[in-house]
Structure formats: structure tokens, C-alpha cells
């Protein structure tokens, strides 16, 4: 089983900063196979990235995705107010397809 | 619109069955595969099951591996997780969920349910 593990489990930024996260893989991710999603209180989770840096459908350009083998990044390059959430990775190139503990994004 | 719509959750002792429904709209069902991801109250996000669109693959956390069992019927665009032998620990909101890209269970999320609560206790 691949286990993820997310860094910082707490981000505390203003809005306008760059938010820079983390997830690291215990094993290569096959064919970077590797979504982020943000999860709101009380809601569901929306895909942001999936392949490692491609945009979902309707995500805004300032969500990019970067990485490859081990190693992901999740940029938000400007945070908005309705960014503060929690971020969780996925790996789907091994089943089983694990997910990440999460970093919460709170403001400052 | 994609909707995904789950029903079948509620109070059961440990060691009870209960079996979850996803009734699919808004897509060629058949055609993509479909996952279950669960939440303890508090917790992080935990993937529990998928099924490729034909129901001809399926995929298990080794936490629930031999209690539960999905399927799917692609006649009535509805996906079903089997409960068996729960416990506490089974306790959580239980997410149904579209995959994005076709019929392989290899791929990302792209649509959620909004989740039905299953507790586990006496």
C-alpha cells in the first residue's frame, strides 16, 4: 500500500499570499496518478487537480499541480477567502487508492 | 447535471449488515467507474471500494477487504456497497463517487454524493 503524507498539517496565510503544499509518497506513484481535492466544512470534496497538474474542470489558473515519482506540490498562487479549506492528495496508479491526512489552509 | 445520490445509511449494532445505494443521473453510467470513499466524524478523507464501469474489476482497502462487497447495476445506473460484519470503527459518512475519466477505476474523482451517515454501535 502507498501512504501519502501531507506537509504542513496546518498552513496559516493571509489572503493574496501564495500557499505551497505538500504530498509525499512512500513509493513511486505509477504514471503520476495523483489527484488533489479541497474539502470545505460540511461539503463534499471537489477535484481540483488530477495527473498530477492537470486543472478539473471550472478550477481557476491559481490551483496548479507539479510533481512527479515520490514527491507533489499543490500551489495556490493567490488565496482567495474561499480557499481556506483542507487539501488532500490521492494516489490512484496502485490500489489500493489511498488518500493523504490533509493540510488545512486557515487564515491568518 | 451529473448527480450522484446515496440512501441506505443508519444505526446498526457491530457485527450487523447494511447495504448502501448510489442512484446515478446525468451520465452514461456504464460507462465510468465508480468509487466509495468514507469519513469518520473529524477525520480525513479514507477510500474504501471501486468498481471499473462494466463491474467486471473490483478494489478494496485491506480495512474492509472480505466484509464488504460492491457491485453495480447498470440497468438502473445504481451503484451498492454490502456491509457485513461492521464495526465501530466502520462508523462514517460514506461518499458514492463518479471517476473522471471512463471505464477504469484507475482515475480521479470528479463527481461526489454528499454522503449518508452509517453508525456502528450498540
Known amino acids: 500500500e502507498i501512504v501519502l503524507t501531507q506537509s504542513p498539517g496546518t498552513l496559516s496565510l493571509s489572503p493574496g499570499e501564495r500557499a505551497t503544499l505538500s504530498c509525499r509518497a512512500s513509493?513511486?506513484?505509477?504514471?503520476?496518478?495523483l489527484a488533489w481535492y479541497q474539502q470545505k466544512p460540511g461539503q463534499a470534496p471537489r477535484l481540483l487537480i488530477y495527473?498530477?497538474?492537470s486543472r478539473a474542470t471550472g478550477i481557476p489558473d491559481r490551483f496548479s499541480g507539479s510533481g512527479s515519482g515520490t514527491d507533489f506540490t499543490l500551489t495556490i498562487s493567490r488565496l482567495e477567502p474561499e480557499d481556506f479549506a483542507v487539501y488532500y492528495c490521492?494516489?490512484?496508479?496502485?490500489?489500493?487508492?489511498?488518500f493523504g491526512p490533509g493540510t488545512k489552509v486557515d487564515i491568518k | 447535471e451529473v448527480q450522484v445520490v446515496e440512501s441506505g445509511g443508519g444505526l446498526v449494532q457491530p457485527g450487523g449488515s447494511l447495504r448502501l445505494s448510489c442512484a446515478a443521473s446525468?451520465?452514461?453510467?456504464?460507462?465510468?467507474?465508480m468509487s466509495w470513499v468514507r469519513q469518520a466524524p473529524g477525520k480525513g478523507l479514507e477510500w474504501v471500494s471501486a468498481?471499473?464501469?462494466?463491474?467486471?474489476?473490483?478494489y478494496y482497502a485491506d480495512s474492509v477487504k472480505g466484509r464488504f462487497t460492491i457491485s453495480r447495476d447498470n440497468s438502473k445506473n445504481t451503484l451498492y456497497l454490502q456491509m457485513n460484519s461492521l464495526r465501530a470503527e466502520d462508523t462514517a459518512v460514506y461518499y458514492c463517487?463518479?471517476?473522471?475519466?471512463?471505464?477504469?477505476?484507475?482515475?480521479?474523482?470528479?463527481?461526489w454524493g454528499q454522503g449518508t451517515l452509517v453508525t456502528v454501535s450498540s
Open positions: 446525468g451520465f452514461t453510467f456504464s460507462s465510468y467507474a
Open positions: 513509493q513511486s506513484v505509477t504514471s503520476s496518478y
Open positions: 468498481i471499473s464501469g462494466s463491474g467486471s474489476s473490483t
Open positions: 490521492q494516489q490512484y496508479g496502485s490500489s489500493p487508492f489511498t
Open positions: 463517487a463518479k471517476c473522471n475519466r471512463g471505464n477504469s477505476a484507475y482515475n480521479a474523482i470528479d463527481y
Open positions: 495527473g498530477a497538474s
